[in-house]
T-cell receptor
């Protein structure tokens, strides 16, 4: 079954404690992306990757890191989480359009993060 | 820059039609439409590409006016299952600036 998996689904942590949210896809997609969703603000892109070892900042990259060492995995790292990073996070993957950007994106189930 | 969506919210009765609009201030390569139900992940509905190619849902249609950088999503004979928040997403810089709009909340009542 084609899918995007994220772990963990729920996480409560404390300020400053490093954490990683994993994302994996089994569709051999080139394009992967992380979004955060907050009430009234829609889906905002954090980072994206057009292929292995190619990553770039989205609209709200501050406080986050990513890596793309393998095509299927795109982990999101919060090295020193703060309460303003409390949010719902989605990972998505897509084959690439001619431009290198996303085609139809498949979203993971989401990770609800609370930072106290 | 985030595209603008209108209306912000709409309430329909089953069987009625709705139109959701999306506009950008920048020249667009593609417009994407997604639907998100409460507590779930967004689901792809349709993509419209510069030049006229489109791919999407059987019962939902859309248009893309490249000159005006506008797209409209048409929901005809709405069903209860159409309820949710609809997001447009725009790609205006060859994949390097994909951004979602703020969403339109659609409620379909029996």
């Amino acid at each position: 079954e084609a899918q995007v998996t994220q772990n963990p689904r729920y996480l409560i942590t404390v300020t400053g404690k490093k954490l990683t949210v994993t994302c994996s896809q089994n569709m051999n997609h080139e394009y992967m992306s992380w979004y955060r969703q907050d009430p009234g603000l829609g889906l905002r892109q954090i980072y994206y990757s057009m292929n292995v070892e190619v990553t770039d900042k989205g609209d709200v990259p501050e406080g986050y890191k990513v890596s793309r060492k393998e095509k299927r995995n795109f982990p999101l790292i919060l090295e020193s989480p703060s309460p303003n990073q409390t949010s719902l996070y989605f990972c998505a993957s897509s084959r690439s359009a001619e431009t290198g950007g996303p085609y139809e994106q498949y979203f993971g189930p989401g990770t609800r993060l609370t930072v106290t | 820059q985030q595209p603008v969506q209108s209306p912000q919210a709409v309430i329909l009765r089953e069987g009625e039609d709705a139109v959701i609009n999306c506009s950008s201030s920048k020249a667009l390569y593609s417009v994407h439409w997604y639907r998100q139900k409460h507590g779930e992940a967004p689901v792809f509905l349709m993509i419209l590409l510069k030049g006229g190619e489109q791919k999407g849902h059987e019962k939902i249609s859309a248009s893309f006016n490249e000159k005006k950088q506008q797209s409209s999503l048409y929901l005809t004979a709405s069903q209860l299952s159409y309820s949710g928040t609809y997001f447009c997403g725009t790609d205006d810089n060859y994949g390097q600036n994909f951004v979602f709009g703020p969403g339109t909340r659609l409620s379909v009542l029996p």
